[in-house]
């Protein structure tokens, strides 16, 4: 099983940029789509973006063109670069694959807020 874990979260005003990082215990180079996750206060958690072994990325609607998704399969590690951050985008962030889930990590907090 490969264990993550998240770091990078942190208090941001309206518009700030943070960049999540996600290190994992073992290889990630055959796992083929990584994911960041959010969980907000009282909702669900939702996929914000995904890559593929290969590069291709997805992206939820109300992040697009404001967080990028990357991924070093050398250092076993995935990213996300958030830019112009909002108040909604506030949620503890997790990484995991996308599809059979390894054991969530403790994820990283990013709070949003003048």
């Known amino acids: 099983q490969v264990q993550l874990v998240e770091s990078g979260g942190g208090l941001v005003q309206p518009g700030g940029s943070l960049r999540l990082s996600c290190a994992a215990s073992?290889?990630?180079?055959?796992?083929?789509?990584m994911g960041w996750y959010r969980q907000a206060p009282g909702k669900q958690r939702e996929l914000v973006a995904s890559?593929?072994?290969?590069?291709?990325?997805n992206y939820l609607d109300s992040v697009k063109g404001r967080f990028t998704i990357s991924r070093d399969n050398a250092k076993n590690t995935v990213y996300l670069q958030m830019n112009n951050l909002k108040p909604e985008d506030t949620a503890v962030y997790y990484c995991n694959k996308v599809g059979i889930w390894s054991p969530w990590g403790q994820g990283t907090q990013v709070t949003v807020s003048s």
């Open positions: 890559i593929t072994s290969g590069g291709s990325t």
């Open positions: 073992g290889s990630i180079f055959r796992i083929n789509v």
